[in-house]
């Protein structure tokens, strides 16, 4: 059995359809569920560190933490530019390994002001990863279980 054909008009009405609905905001059932666990992740990351602010030099940590955060925010950035003009790229080893040294917040924030790194698969499923590491971490941190004492007595 063949498919009815259409005519010119038919398809460019169509057409014109799909343009339409590209405008429209992309899922954005995702886009909410994408906040709501950032939201989660950060409450727990920061309960953490406001423990660990209060168990060690408070100022040490806060510094640490607004200078890795300022360093993801401006290299994600840069990475931007880099993939606007075809310039060079910053490599995503080091967008993770900033992600992992306490950078992910910011990083999740820069995804979304600059729009970048939000689309692709493997990137994304590294970094939510990595988002999942920390809140693991540290709700093991709030705890008090021993792996995470054992870790922080290596450092």
């Not at 910053?90 to 992992?100: A, D, F, P, Q, V």
């Not at 970048?116 to 988002?131: A, L, P, R």
């Not at 920390?134 to 941190?141: G, K, P, R």
Request: proline letters at 4%; one cysteine or more.
């Amino acid at each position: 059995m063949s498919r009815p054909r259409t005519s010119p008009q038919e398809r460019r009405t169509r057409h014109q359809t799909r343009q339409r609905d590209a405008g429209a905001p992309r899922r954005p059932r995702r886009r909410i569920f994408r906040w709501f666990f950032f939201g989660c992740f950060l409450v727990v990351d920061i309960l953490a560190l406001v423990k660990l602010a209060l168990n060690t030099d408070w100022i040490a940590v806060g510094l640490g933490f607004g200078v890795i955060s300022f360093i993801t925010t401006a290299v994600y950035k840069d990475d931007k530019g880099g993939a606007q003009i075809g310039a060079w790229r910053t490599s995503e080893t080091l967008l993770h390994l900033l992600e992992i040294a306490g950078g992910w917040p910011a990083a999740f924030l820069a995804q979304q002001r600059y729009r970048h790194k939000t689309v692709k698969f493997s990137y994304q499923f590294f970094f939510w990863s990595i988002g999942l590491l920390h809140l693991v971490l540290a709700t093991c941190y709030l705890l008090g279980l021993p792996l995470i004492r054992s870790l922080l007595a290596l450092a």
